[in-house]
Nanobody
């Protein structure tokens, strides 16, 4: 069993930055592949970024150049740094543990094995 708890969400102005955190506990050996997903009201949940224990990362086209995913293995904590935020980034952001495999599959929602409760990010114009 893995528990994931997000924090760091809030309200920011367009153009601002935010860093989300995710604390993992339990069977952390199951967290070698982790990612961030988001869901806005009325829209499908989508992958934002993912990272493997090797340090390899992948990002959705919508956030490339603006988002950075990182993991502190000593603290069992996952981070998502987002810059140049826009109203379109407004959503509830979820931390997730996911299945290993080809990098091209990391951001697929159906491959997530554990979800956090989510943290709200609201970007005002």
């Amino acid at each position: 069993q893995v528990q994931l708890v997000e924090s760091g969400g809030g309200s920011v102005q367009a153009g601002g930055s935010l860093r989300l955190s995710c604390a993992a506990s339990g069977y952390t050996y199951k967290t070698d592949y982790m990612g961030w997903f988001r869901q806005a009201p009325g829209k499908e949940r989508e992958g934002v970024a993912a990272i493997a224990s090797s340090g390899t990362t992948t990002y959705a086209d919508s956030v490339k150049g603006r988002a950075t995913i990182a993991k502190d293995n000593a603290k069992n904590t996952l981070y998502l740094q987002m810059n140049s935020l826009a109203p379109e980034d407004t959503a509830k952001y979820y931390c997730a543990a996911l299945m290993g495999g080809p990098r091209e599959l990391w951001l697929l929602v159906h491959r997530v094995t554990y979800w956090g409760q989510g943290t709200q990010v609201t970007v005002s114009s």
